[in-house]
C-alpha cells in the first residue's frame, strides 16, 4: 500500500517535469545597474563630447603625422606610415548611433509632449543631431573612402549593412545638412543636449552652410566645373539666408573639462612622443630648410601652436630622431585638458570661399578671401587662447597676398588652409589628399609601400562580419585593395 | 547562531565519549588477501559499535573486543568479511575479492555514488595520492596529466593565488573557453582555490554531456567532482607539513652583447667634452664636475628602455647609481659588463609552508573529520605573500535507523599582498622582457631601492640622463618610463581578501531498502575585496606630463557572491529476480546573487590625486571617483529524474531527464528539457577467460540545454561617470541588440566506449569516442560596427567537437616485499570545429580576447577549428615565398589566420614505483598541436633583447654590425613582382618591423611540449623503528615543474605552453618556476 503512495508521488513528480513552459521569476533578471531607456539630450550630448574626446592614434594624431604638422620620435611607427587596420567603433558607437537614436527617439509620435519639449523642440533636436551626424560621418568617409551609411543603424533588421560609395555618402550628407537647416527653428527652443553651442540654433545654421562650402569644395576634383554639382550645392549654402560662419563668435569649439572623459584627447597622449615636425616650424618661420610652402615670412601663429615661437621642429620621417631641445605642439593651448579645440571655424569658411573664387566657382574676390581667412585665423586664435598675436595677422597676409601673385593664388590659399587647421588635422589631411598642397616629402624610414597614406586601412571584424559588403567596397578603392596608400572616390583621378 | 554552535559541540562531545569507551580485550591478527600478501589499511569494526581499527602497513591490527563481538573487515574492491570474536586473541583473516570485483563506486552527477561498472559514460577518477603529490596547492594543476581529454592551462607559480584553468574535452562553445563546474561534496559552483589539497579524497572529472546531463546547463565545461575526506574507525590524528622552495626557471633566451641605449656605439659620449656629443662641462651641476673626461651614456640613450646600445666591452663608464651624491658609489665609474643572470636574479626564492591537522574516526552513530591547514607562501616577485587558512569539518550523524543527517562546512580565507600584474608593460617581467637594459646588475637595483636625488626623487636605471637632467631640469630630472621595480613595489601597496564559506546540510531518511528521501540546503559564499595604495613617494617621482604618470592615490574594491542551492531527491532501488531497478525524481531550485561596490582613483591620472599627501580618504582626493556598483541575480529551478535497469549484472540501461526553468531567459519562454539515455553491457560476464578479467561496452546519447547569463537581454544604457560641467549627464546607447526570439541552446552528444581488464585486472583499458554538437548557443556576435551596435545576442551557429580518449593503467610489476611499478597513461584527442555561423558570418568573436595593441585575436572562423589566432601576417606569392620590400622588410597582409589554440591531442603518463618502503612517483604530461602568441618576443625584438638580435648571421658577423661590414639579417624572398630578393637587412630595421608593422605571425608558435611535471620520492618509515608510536610516518622529497623536457623547434624561447596567461598566449608575463620541497606525514 504504501509503496504505491511513493511510485503515485514519483509519478506525479515526473508528470510535472514536461508540463509547465514557464516559471514566473518576477523582476529578478532586471537589470539595475543603469538606464533601460535612452533620454534624447544625454544621448546628444554624449555623441558631441564622445565625438570631441576621443583619442589615441587612430582618432588623434595620425593625420597630425601624415600632413607633417608633428613627427614622432622614439616610438615612431605612425609617422612611418605603419599599415595596420584601424577601428571606426567609437565614430559609430556612442557618437552616431547615439545621434540616430535621437531622432528616432524625437520621430516617434508616442515620445510627443512636455517632457521631451522640454529637452528641446523635436525639429531643432533633430536638426542638430543630423548637422553632426554629417560632420561625423564626413570624417568616417574621408578616413576610410566607402563606409557603411545609408543602412546603417537598422540593428536587427540589418546587422551586415552595405558600403556606400563616397560619391552618394557625400551627396546624402549635402543633402542632410540642408534639410537640417531648414526644419530647425531659432524661435524654438534649441536641445538641451547641444553641449557645442548651448542650444543656439542661428549657430547651428550657420555652421551648417559653413560644412556645405567645406564638403562641395572637397569635391572639387569630381566636379571641377563652375556649373557642376559641387559649385552649385556651394552657391547655394553661401547665399542661403542663414549665412555662413563669418564670426570666430560663431565658430563651433570643443569645451572641455578637466575631469575624467571630459579632457582635450590630446592630454591622453604621451607628449614626449610627438615634436613639431621642422618641416612645419620651418614654414611658420619662413625659413628656407624643409619648408613645403612658398612662404618666407614670419607666421605668429607658431607662438599658438608651439611650445616655443622659435624653436624648430624635429625633420619629418626618421626612425632615429631626437627631440632634446626641439619645438613641440603648445602644453598650453593644445596639450592641456582644459583647452577648447575647433570644429568649424570662420578661418577655413574664407579659406574655402577664397579657393571657390579662384576656381571660378563663385564671383567672390579671391584675394580678399584669402586675407580674411588669415585674419580669421590669428584672430580665432586670439579669442580662444588668450594670445596676442592678432595685430599681426595684417602685416602677415600682406605678404601672403604678394606671394600670390608670383607662387599663384590657388597654392597660397592651400598652403594657408594647411597652416590654419592645425587644429583640425583631419581636415587638413583631406585637403592635402585633394590638393597635394603643400608639396610633403613622404618619410624616409617608411614602413608601408613608402607613400603618404591616402586612407585607413578598414577595421580588422569588417573583413570578418561583412565579408561581401567589404569586399564590395575595396573594389571602388585604386587599386582595388585595401591598403594605406589606395585612393578614395574623391582622390580619384580618372 | 550560538546555539548552532552549541550543538555542533555537543555533537563532538558525544563523538568522543562514544571514542573512550567499551574495551574488553586485546584481539590482534594479519590481514592478508587470497594470494597471502599482508593488507594495509583495512577497515576493522566491532559490529554494533563505534570501535574501529585500520590495519597497518605490514597487515597487522589490534583491536580491544569482547567475546562474541562479530569484527567486520572492509576494503574496497574486497568482500566484506565477518568474524565473530573467540577465545583466542590471535584472528588472522583472510579477505577475498569482491565477486563483482569491480565495484567501484564513483561520485557520478547530482553526487550519486555509482559502481562505475554500471556506468554507461566515460568517467575517470583520481585519488588523493596521485593528485597531492608535491603538495600542490590547487586542484587544477593536481589534475595536470592524469585525466584523459583535461588540458591544463596553469599560470606561472609566481601569481600567487591564481591557479589558471582546465579544458576538459577542449572547448566546444563559441562564447566561452571556461572552467570547469566545480562541485565539492555535493556542492557546486565552487571556486577550487577555496578547497584545501589535503582534504580531498578523490576527483572524478565528468566530461561530456552524457556524464554531466544531469548537472544541466552549468555543467557544459565538464564537471570536477571532489570528495573530501570523511572519518571512519578508531580516532586517527594527521599530520602534514611541508616547505617548498620556488626558483625562476623558465626565462627567454636574452642576448649579453649589447647594453641600453638607441645608438650602438654612438650611444657612448665622454662627458663635458662636446665634440662626442656631451654638453659643455659648466653646463653640469657641480656634483657632476668630477666625471669630466669620464665615459657616460649620451641624450636620449640614456633613457633608452631598450638594448640598441654599445658593444658590452668591459670598459669603464659612469653607472646609474654614480651620479646621485647619497649613493655609496657616487663618482665610481664601473665596467660595462655583461649580467647574464640579471633578470633571474632579480626574483626571490619563493618558500611555501604548509601545516595541517585533520582529526577524524567514527563508528555506527557517527563519524566525523575535521582539519584545519594554514599555507604560507612567499613568493619570486618580490614583497608579494599569501597566506590561506583552510578549516573544513564533514560530519555524520545516523540520527536513527532510518535518518542520517550529513553537514560539511569548509570555510577559507585567504590573504595576497603584492603587485603580479601579469600583462603589457608591467613594472617586472613586463620591462625585463618587453624594454629593459641588458647591462644592468641588478643586485645595484636591490640595494639601492631607497637611494633618492638630491631633490627627493626615486632613482631608477632608467632615467632621463644627465644631458636632460642638466639642459632642461623639472621632470627631466626624475625616471623616464621605470622606477627601480624594488622601489616601486616596496611602496606600492595591494591587498585582496577572499573569504569563502560552503556549508551544506543533508537529511537523507530510508523508508525502507526500497525507498529513500532526501533533502539538502546549501550555501556557497565568497567575500572579495582588494585595496591598493600609491604613496605619495611614488607620485612625487612620477613626470605625468612626461612618459611616467603615477598618481598619489587609493581604492578599494569588494563583491559578495552568494549561491543557495535547495534540493529535494526521491529514491527508489529494487530487484524483480534478474532486474535491478534504481530510480530517482528530484528537483533543486538555485539563486545566485552577486553584488560589487568599487572607488577606485586612477593610479595614473594626471592631476586630481589626493591632496594631503599619504591621507586615503575619499574626502581628500582632488578629483573625487564615482563609486561604482553592479549587481545581479539569476534563479534556476530545475527537476530531473534517472531511471536505470539493470539486468543480471550485466546488462544495464539508463535514462535521465531534466528541466530547467531559468530567469535569464525571456519570460514567455524560459523552460527547457533534455534528455539522455545510455547502456552498458558487461561482456566479460558471458566469457570464461583467463586473460580477460572485465571487459564492458557503453554508449549514450545526451542532451543538455543551456541559458544564458543574468540580465544580458536587458541591456542597458551606460551613462557617463559624472556629469559635465556638473549639470549633463552623458549616456549612450547600448552596445548589444538582443534577438527577440532567443531561446535556449542545446548540445547533443554520443558517446561509445570500451572498458578492458586483463590479468586479474593488472593491465585496464579504456577507451572511448565521442562526437558532441552544440547548436543554438545564445552568443553576442560581434556585428559590423555600421549596425549601430558590436554585438548580438542571438541563438547562432554550430560547433562540433569529435575525440577519443584512451587510458591504459597497468600493475607492470606488483611485489609489495619488492619492486612495484604502477603505470597510467591517457591520451586525448579533441578536434573542435566551427561548422555554422548565423547569416553571411565567415568569422565572429571568440573568448580569450585580444593581446596588447591587438596583435592577435581570438576568432572563430567558419569551417576551421575553433579558437583561431588571427592577426598580421607576410604576405605571400602563389608559392608561399614572402614578399619583400624596397627596403628589405616584410610586406604584410592584415587578419591572417594563425592557427588554433586548441592542442590536438593532450596526455599523461603517471607512474608510480615501489621498493619495500621507498615510492618514486614521476608525472607526465604533454600536448602536441595548438598555438600560442608571445609579445615577449613581438618587443623583445624590438628592443634588442632577445639572443637573435645579437646573433651571428650566416657570413660570421654579427646581425649588428652594418650590413656593408658583413652584418645584417639575412631575408629572402621575392619582390611583388616576382623577382628574388636575397639580401642583408639592417637588424634594427629587421627587427623593429615585427612591431612597427604589428606582425603577429613571426611571434607565433606550435604550442607543443612534454613535460615532467611532479616527482615524488617517499619513504614510509616502519612503525617499528619508532616503536609504534605512530601508526604512520612518511617522508617525502618533491619537486614540481622539474623538466620542460622539450617543445616545438620554433618555440625557439622555450616557453612552457602549458603556463600561458592569457588564451592566446603570453604577454610579458612572470617566469616559470622550477619548486623543490620536503613533505613529512605523520599519522597516529
Redesign the interface.
Known amino acids: 500500500m504504501?509503496?504505491i503512495n511513493?511510485f503515485i508521488?514519483?509519478l506525479i513528480?515526473?508528470l510535472?517535469?514536461?508540463s509547465?513552459?514557464?516559471?514566473?521569476?518576477g523582476d529578478?533578471?532586471?537589470?539595475?545597474?543603469?538606464?533601460?531607456?535612452?533620454?534624447p539630450?544625454?544621448?546628444l550630448?554624449?555623441a558631441i563630447?564622445?565625438y570631441g574626446t576621443i583619442t589615441g592614434r587612430i582618432y588623434l594624431t595620425q593625420p597630425t603625422l601624415y600632413v607633417q604638422y608633428q613627427t614622432q620620435?622614439?616610438y615612431t611607427?605612425e609617422m612611418?606610415y605603419?599599415?595596420?587596420?584601424m577601428t571606426?567603433?567609437s565614430?559609430?558607437?556612442?557618437s552616431?548611433?547615439?545621434l540616430?537614436?535621437v531622432i528616432n527617439y524625437n520621430l516617434d509620435p508616442d515620445n510627443q509632449g512636455s517632457t521631451l519639449n522640454a529637452q528641446g523642440a523635436p525639429e531643432n533636436q533633430i536638426g542638430v543631431a543630423k548637422i553632426m551626424m554629417a560632420v561625423i560621418a564626413k570624417r568616417l568617409t574621408d578616413n576610410y573612402g566607402p563606409?557603411?551609411?545609408s543602412?546603417?543603424?537598422?540593428?536587427?533588421d540589418?546587422?551586415?549593412?552595405a558600403y556606400d560609395k563616397q560619391e552618394d555618402v557625400y551627396k546624402n550628407l549635402i543633402s542632410q545638412v540642408k534639410e537640417a537647416r531648414d526644419m530647425m527653428d531659432a524661435g524654438s527652443k534649441g536641445p538641451?543636449?547641444d553641449?557645442l553651442f548651448n542650444g543656439n540654433i542661428s549657430k547651428w545654421q550657420s555652421f551648417a552652410n559653413s560644412l556645405i562650402l567645406q564638403m562641395s569644395l572637397q569635391l572639387s576634383n569630381k566636379y571641377p566645373s563652375a556649373s557642376g554639382y559641387a559649385a552649385t550645392e556651394f552657391n547655394a549654402a553661401l547665399s542661403d539666408a542663414h549665412g555662413v560662419i563669418e564670426d570666430v563668435a560663431n565658430e563651433p569649439w570643443f569645451q572641455f573639462?578637466?575631469?575624467?572623459?571630459?579632457r582635450n584627447p590630446w592630454?591622453a597622449n604621451?607628449?614626449?612622443d610627438y615634436y613639431l615636425s621642422q618641416e612645419f616650424t620651418d614654414a611658420l618661420k619662413g625659413n628656407e630648410d624643409l619648408n613645403p610652402t612658398s612662404n618666407s615670412t614670419y607666421d605668429s601663429r607658431l607662438k599658438v601652436y608651439g611650445k616655443s615661437g622659435t624653436a624648430d621642429g624635429v625633420p619629418y620621417g626618421y626612425?632615429?630622431g631626437?627631440?632634446?631641445?626641439k619645438n613641440q605642439m603648445s602644453?598650453t593651448n593644445y596639450?592641456n585638458?582644459t583647452s577648447p579645440l575647433p570644429v568649424m571655424t570662420a578661418s577655413y569658411t574664407y579659406l574655402n570661399r577664397a579657393e571657390a573664387a579662384e576656381l571660378k566657382w563663385t564671383s567672390e574676390d579671391a584675394t580678399e578671401m584669402l586675407r580674411m581667412g588669415i585674419e580669421a585665423s590669428y584672430e580665432t586664435l586670439d579669442f580662444h587662447h588668450g594670445t596676442a598675436i592678432a595685430e599681426d595677422a595684417t602685416a602677415y597676409a600682406d605678404a601672403r597676398v604678394a606671394d600670390a601673385g608670383t607662387i599663384g593664388m590657388l597654392q597660397v590659399i592651400r598652403e594657408e588652409k594647411w597652416v590654419s587647421l592645425f587644429g583640425q588635422a583631419f581636415d587638413a589631411w583631406s585637403e592635402w589628399r585633394r590638393t597635394d598642397v603643400p608639396s610633403l616629402v613622404p618619410a624616409t624610414?617608411?614602413?608601408n609601400?613608402?607613400e603618404i597614406p591616402t586612407r585607413l586601412?578598414y577595421?580588422?571584424?569588417?573583413?570578418?562580419?561583412?565579408?561581401?559588403?567589404y569586399t564590395e567596397a575595396v573594389s571602388w578603392l585604386i587599386p582595388a585593395e585595401d591598403t594605406n596608400t589606395s585612393l578614395i572616390w574623391w582622390d580619384q583621378t580618372n | 547562531m550560538k546555539t548552532k554552535f552549541s550543538k555542533i559541540l555537543t555533537l563532538l562531545l558525544v563523538f568522543v565519549v562514544q571514542l573512550t569507551f567499551a574495551q574488553q580485550k586485546s584481539v590482534t591478527g594479519t590481514v592478508t588477501d587470497e594470494s597471502g600478501l599482508p593488507l594495509p589499511g583495512v577497515n576493522i569494526m566491532v559490529k554494533g559499535t563505534s570501535n574501529g581499527v585500520q590495519s597497518d602497513f605490514d597487515g597487522i591490527y589490534t583491536i580491544n573486543a569482547s567475546e562474541g563481538d562479530v569484527l567486520v573487515f572492509s576494503f574496497v574492491g574486497l568482500e566484506k568479511t565477518q568474524i565473530t570474536v573467540g577465545s583466542s586473541n590471535t584472528m588472522d583473516v583472510t579477505m577475498k575479492a569482491d565477486a563483482a570485483q569491480l565495484d567501484e563506486v564513483v561520485v557520478t552527477a547530482l553526487g550519486m555514488k555509482r559502481e562505475a561498472k554500471t556506468l554507461t559514460y566515460a568517467t575517470q577518477e583520481v585519488k588523493a595520492e596521485e593528485l597531492n603529490v608535491t603538495q600542490d596547492s590547487n586542484v587544477k594543476t593536481a589534475l595536470a596529466g592524469k585525466v584523459a581529454g583535461v588540458q591544463i592551462n596553469a599560470q606561472s607559480g609566481s601569481k600567487l593565488g591564481q591557479a589558471g584553468k582546465i579544458r576538459i574535452r577542449g572547448a566546444i562553445s563559441l562564447t566561452s573557453d571556461n572552467d570547469a563546474l566545480y562541485v565539492v561534496d555535493g556542492i557546486p559552483g565552487i571556486d577550487p582555490n577555496s578547497i584545501d589539497m589535503e582534504s580531498v579524497a578523490s576527483i572524478n572529472v565528468l566530461k561530456g554531456p552524457n556524464a554531466t546531463a544531469l548537472y544541466g546547463q552549468r555543467a557544459d565545461s565538464g564537471v570536477v567532482v571532489i570528495t573530501t575526506k570523511k572519518g571512519s574507525g578508531n580516532m586517527s590524528v594527521e599530520l602534514n607539513s611541508s616547505m617548498v622552495f620556488d626558483k625562476v626557471a623558465y626565462l627567454p633566451n636574452y642576448q649579453n652583447k649589447y647594453g641600453g641605449g638607441y645608438e650602438g656605439d654612438a650611444s657612448f659620449g665622454v662627458f663635458g667634452d662636446e665634440s662626442t656629443g656631451s654638453l659643455a662641462l659648466s653646463d653640469y651641476p657641480d656634483m657632476w664636475q668630477q666625471f669630466a673626461g669620464k665615459r657616460y651614456i649620451l641624450w636620449d640613450n640614456n633613457y633608452a628602455d631598450e638594448s640598441w646600445g654599445p658593444r658590452i666591452d668591459g670598459e669603464e663608464y659612469i653607472p646609474w647609481y654614480a651620479f646621485w651624491p647619497e649613493s655609496p658609489y657616487f663618482g665610481q665609474t664601473t665596467a660595462y659588463e655583461a649580467h647574464p643572470d640579471n633578470i633571474k636574479d632579480y626574483y626571490n626564492t619563493g618558500v611555501t609552508l604548509k601545516n595541517s591537522i585533520a582529526i577524524s574516526g567514527g563508528g555506527d552513530k557517527f563519524n566525523a573529520r575535521v582539519s584545519f591547514t594554514n599555507l604560507n607562501q612567499e613568493g619570486i616577485q618580490p614583497y608579494t605573500d599569501l597566506e590561506r587558512n583552510f578549516f573544513n569539518a564533514n560530519m555524520e550523524f545516523n540520527a536513527s535507523e532510518k535518518l542520517t543527517l550529513t553537514t560539511n562546512i569548509n570555510y577559507s580565507i585567504s590573504k595576497i599582498n603584492g603587485i603580479f600584474d601579469d600583462s603589457y608593460g608591467n613594472q617586472a617581467s613586463g620591462s625585463f622582457n618587453s624594454w629593459f637594459n641588458r647591462n644592468l646588475d641588478i643586485n645595484k637595483l636591490r640595494e639601492l631601492k631607497n637611494l633618492s636625488t638630491p631633490d627627493g626623487y626615486m632613482t631608477s636605471w632608467n632615467w632621463w640622463g644627465p644631458d636632460y637632467y642638466a639642459a632642461y631640469g623639472g621632470e627631466f630630472k626624475k625616471p623616464a618610463f621605470w622606477f627601480n621595480p624594488y622601489s616601486l613595489f616596496d611602496r606600492y601597496e595591494q591587498n585582496s581578501e577572499t573569504k569563502t564559506l560552503i556549508g551544506s546540510l543533508t537529511a537523507t531518511y530510508k523508508f525502507n531498502d526500497n525507498w529513500e528521501a532526501s533533502a539538502t540546503t546549501s550555501r556557497n559564499q565568497e567575500n572579495y575585496g582588494v585595496d591598493y595604495k600609491v604613496p605619495n613617494s611614488v607620485a612625487f617621482s612620477a613626470a605625468p606630463s612626461l612618459y611616467n604618470a603615477w598618481s598619489n592615490s587609493f581604492g578599494v574594491r569588494k563583491s559578495e557572491t552568494f549561491e543557495n542551492n535547495f534540493s529535494a531527491l526521491l529514491k527508489y532501488e529494487n530487484n524483480f529476480g534478474d532486474f535491478d531497478v534504481s530510480a530517482f525524481v528530484g528537483g533543486n531550485i538555485r539563486k545566485n546573487s552577486y553584488d560589487r561596490f568599487s572607488a577606485e582613483m586612477a593610479t595614473d591620472a594626471k592631476s586630481g590625486g589626493l591632496i594631503i599627501p599619504d591621507l586615503y580618504d575619499f574626502a581628500n582626493a582632488g578629483e573625487v571617483p564615482t563609486p561604482e556598483t553592479y549587481r545581479y541575480e539569476k534563479q534556476v529551478n530545475s527537476a530531473y529524474a534517472r531511471a536505470s535497469f539493470g539486468y543480471k549484472n550485466f546488462l544495464y540501461l539508463d535514462g535521465t531527464y531534466r528541466k530547467d526553468w531559468s530567469s535569464a531567459l525571456p519570460s514567455d519562454k524560459n523552460g527547457y528539457g533534455y534528455p539522455s539515455i545510455g547502456t552498458s553491457f558487461i561482456f566479460s560476464n558471458l566469457i570464461d577467460s583467463n586473460v580477460l578479467s572485465f571487459g564492458k561496452l557503453r554508449g549514450g546519447w545526451a542532451q543538455v540545454g543551456s541559458d544564458v547569463g543574468a540580465q544580458l537581454i536587458n541591456p542597458i544604457y551606460p551613462i557617463g561617470s559624472k556629469p559635465f560641467q556638473g549639470s549633463t549627464v552623458l549616456q549612450s546607447t547600448p552596445t548589444t541588440i538582443v534577438d527577440p526570439n532567443l531561446k535556449p541552446a542545446l548540445n547533443t552528444s554520443f558517446e561509445v566506449g570500451l572498458d578492458l581488464k586483463f590479468f586479474n585486472n593488472r593491465l585496464g583499458l579504456s577507451t572511448t569516442y565521442y562526437d558532441e554538437t552544440r547548436k543554438d548557443e545564445i552568443i553576442s556576435i560581434s556585428v559590423p560596427r555600421g549596425s549601430g551596435s558590436a554585438f548580438f545576442l542571438t541563438n547562432a551557429g554550430e560547433s562540433e567537437r569529435k575525440g577519443v580518449e584512451v587510458t591504459l593503467d597497468g600493475d607492470i610489476f606488483k611485489n609489495p616485499e619488492g619492486f612495484s611499478w604502477n603505470a597510467i597513461v591517457n591520451f586525448a584527442r579533441n578536434r573542435t570545429t566551427v561548422n555554422s555561423l548565423p547569416g553571411d558570418l565567415q568569422a565572429t568573436a571568440a573568448p580569450g580576447g585580444t593581446s596588447a595593441f591587438s596583435a592577435v585575436t581570438m576568432i572563430h572562423e567558419l569551417g576551421n577549428k575553433w579558437g583561431q589566432l588571427r592577426g598580421t601576417g607576410l604576405t605571400r606569392d602563389a608559392n608561399g615565398t614572402p614578399i619583400i620590400q624596397e627596403n628589405g622588410l616584410y610586406a604584410t597582409t592584415p587578419n591572417q589566420y594563425l592557427g588554433s589554440v586548441l592542442p590536438d591531442f593532450t596526455g599523461g603518463f603517471f607512474n608510480t614505483f615501489s621498493y619495500k618502503d621507498i615510492s618514486l612517483t614521476a608525472s607526465i604530461d604533454f600536448q602536441k598541436g595548438g598555438n600560442f602568441f608571445s609579445l615577449s618576443e613581438y618587443y623583445g625584438q624590438y628592443s634588442g633583447l632577445l639572443e637573435e638580435t645579437a646573433a651571428i648571421n650566416d657570413r660570421g658577423s654579427n646581425v649588428r654590425d652594418a650590413v656593408e661590414d658583413g652584418g645584417g639579417v639575412h631575408v629572402t624572398g621575392v619582390t611583388a613582382d616576382g623577382a628574388p630578393v636575397d639580401r642583408y637587412v639592417d637588424a634594427h630595421s629587421y627587427f623593429a618591423q615585427g612591431s612597427g608593422n604589428n606582425i603577429a605571425e613571426l611571434f607565433v608558435h606550435d604550442a607543443s611540449y612534454v613535460k615532467l611535471r611532479e616527482l615524488s620520492l617517499s619513504y614510509r618509515i616502519p612503525t617499528s623503528l619508532v616503536n609504534d608510536a605512530f601508526k604512520s610516518l612518511t617522508l617525502s622529497a618533491v619537486a614540481r615543474n622539474v623538466w620542460l623536457i622539450s617543445v616545438s623547434d620554433d618555440n625557439t624561447h622555450n616557453w612552457d605552453p602549458s603556463e600561458l596567461g592569457y588564451t592566446y598566449g603570453e604577454e610579458g608575463q612572470l617566469p616559470g618556476t622550477r619548486s623543490y620541497g620536503l613533505n613529512l606525514k605523520l599519522t597516529f
Not at chain 1, 529578478?28 to 533620454?39: L, P, R, V
Not at chain 1, 543602412?151 to 536587427?156: K, N, R, S, Y
Not at chain 1, 540589418?158 to 549593412?161: G, I
Request: glycine letters at 10%.
Open positions: 504504501k509503496k511513493y508521488l514519483s513528480v515526473l510535472s517535469l514536461g509547465c513552459d514557464n516559471v514566473d521569476f529578478i533578471n532586471d537589470n539595475t545597474n543603469g538606464a533601460t531607456e535612452g533620454n539630450s544625454s544621448l550630448a554624449n563630447m564622445n620620435v622614439t611607427t612611418r605603419s599599415d595596420s587596420p571606426w567603433s565614430y559609430y558607437l556612442g552616431l548611433s547615439n540616430n537614436e563606409i557603411p551609411y543602412q546603417a543603424f537598422q540593428g536587427v540589418n546587422l551586415t549593412p538641451t543636449g553641449i573639462q578637466d575631469l575624467e572623459g571630459f592630454l604621451r607628449r614626449p626612425s632615429d631626437s627631440g632634446a631641445g602644453a596639450w585638458g624610414d617608411y614602413l609601400s613608402g586601412r577595421p580588422s571584424e569588417e573583413s570578418s562580419l561583412n565579408n561581401a559588403n
